[in-house]
C-alpha cells in the first residue's frame, strides 16, 4: 500500500522487484506498479522481500527501504551513499568520545523526552472529566516535571538513565491511568515480545519512527550507530534512537487517541501460543493510514519558530544535531513542545 511518500510492503509473501524505472510488488493476489519517481521510503513488514535490483534502483534515486517485524523491530535500513563528510563524521565521534560532551548530549536528549512527556500527561489531565482522576494525571506530570530538574545535577550516564527510568515508571503510570476507562487497557510497557495490544501499538510505531530517524541521520552525514544517551553497541542504531526519544511521547500520545477514540479494538490482534500479541494483517494496514495522517499534522517548531509538519521533525532535528557537532551552535536544541 502507499500513502503520500511512503510505500508500506505488508503482505508476508510480496516480493518487491524493480522494472522499467518502477518497483513491481508482487504477491499471491496480483501484482502492483508504483513509479519510484515521487516516493521517499519503502518499509517492509513480516516476511516481505525485495530484490538487490530493486535495492540498487532505491538507493541510486536516495529512496530509504528499511525492514520491520511484527513487533516493529528494526531489522534493517538500507539508504543512499551518506551524505555530509568526514570531518563531520570525526566531530561525532570525538562528541561520542568526549564524556562531558556526551553527557551533555544525553542530559539534552532525556530532558527533551520528559518535558514532552510532561506536557502530554498535562493534556491528558486537562481533557479528564473526572477530577479525581485529574488530580491524579495532574500529580504525575509534576514529578515527571521534577525529574526533569534533577538532570542538571546529573555528574554520569549511569545517572541520567537512572532519573530517566524512574520518569518512565510514573509517565507510564499515566498512560495507564489515561486508558482506564477503555476496552483496550495498559498496566506497564513491556515487549519482545509484546504482551497486550497497547504495548504492541507502541512497539510497531516506535520501530517505524526509528527507521525514519536511521534515515535523517544519514542524509546529513551522520554515522546512526554512534549515540550519547544509547551508548554504540554493534547492530543497535544508537544516534537514531537518541533523538527518537525527542518524539516518544507524541507517538504515544497517538496510540492512547486511537484507543481512546475506539479507533482500534481487540479484533485488531492476535496472540501467540507464547503469550505475545501483535497486530493482524488488517490491523497493521489501518495503524499505518493512521500514522500517515498523524506525520501530516503540524507542531510548532520553537527554534525555526513556526509551524512544520511532524514528518520534518526528524530531518529537522538531524541537522540541528550536525550543525552543533560542526561548531555552528554553541549547544544543540532538542525538540521540545510548546
Known sequence: MRYLSSVY???HRARVRFRRGSLLVSTP???RKIPLEGIDAVVLIGGAQVTTQALEACVRRGVRVSSVGMSGRVRF????????NVHLRSALYGAVADAVHSLSLAKAFVAAKLQNSR???ERWARDERDSYEADGLAKRARQIGERVGRLASAEAADHVRGIEGDAARIYFGAVGQALSKCDLRFSKRNRRPPRDPVNAMFGFCYGLLVTEFIGATESVGLDYQMGFFHRPRSGRPSLALDLAEELRALTDRFVVSLV???QVGHDSFVRTPGGGVYLTDDGRADLIKEWERHKETAVLHRVSGRRVGRWALPAIQA???ARHLRGDLPVYPPFVLA
Open 9 to 11: 510492503v505488508r503482505e
Open 29 to 31: 493476489e496480483g501484482a
Open 77 to 84: 535500513v538500507v539508504g543512499g551513499v551518506t551524505g555530509g
Open 119 to 121: 506536557k502530554v500527561v
Open 260 to 262: 481512546r477514540r475506539r
Open 319 to 321: 541537522t540541528l544535531l
